[in-house]
């Protein structure tokens, strides 16, 4: 009885430990938390390899980890419907913060603006263990606002 006591006690002892380094950098999951609203600090202008615009708004913004790195997911919001091609453009690392443009391609013809969910769009990227060193925020960015998330 105090083989299984001790085997019990040693197990719990174990996973209570697990819990306790989930802010440190070597704990995957504690890489990047909630994202929140920030500045705008690129312009919407393009670039002639890629003409498309930014989104209008950044609604959200998670980083999950996964084996080989953290996948970035962000959901934005269109002015109207029928926006499409949808991707997250890797801009160059600065001061450790990694800033992606969210650009979408308008509709061809005017389309109607009808209800929030309805208009928004979801996309996604991936980042490696090797492009995350030494990368503590990423950015993502729209037109009107941008989210970010802190390691």
Excluded: H
């Amino acid at each position: 009885m105090t083989k299984r006591m001790l085997a019990t006690l040693s197990v719990l002892l174990v996973l209570a430990a697990c819990g306790s380094g989930q802010r440190t950098w070597y704990n995957p999951f504690g890489w990047f938390g909630g994202s929140q609203e920030t500045e705008s600090l690129v312009q919407d202008v393009g670039t002639p390899q890629d003409p498309r615009p930014l989104v209008d708004q950044v609604l959200s913004l998670s980083v999950e980890p996964f084996d080989g790195g953290a996948i970035i997911q962000a959901t934005g919001l269109p002015q109207t419907q029928g926006f499409w091609a949808a991707e997250l453009i890797a801009e160059p690392v600065v001061d450790g913060r990694a800033s992606f443009r969210f650009v979408v391609v308008p509709p061809v013809e005017p389309m109607r603006v009808s209800t929030q969910p309805s208009r928004e769009i979801t996309v996604a990227t991936t980042l490696t263990n090797r492009d995350l060193e030494g990368i503590s925020e990423i950015i993502v960015t729209g037109a009107r606002n941008a989210r970010s998330s802190r390691r």
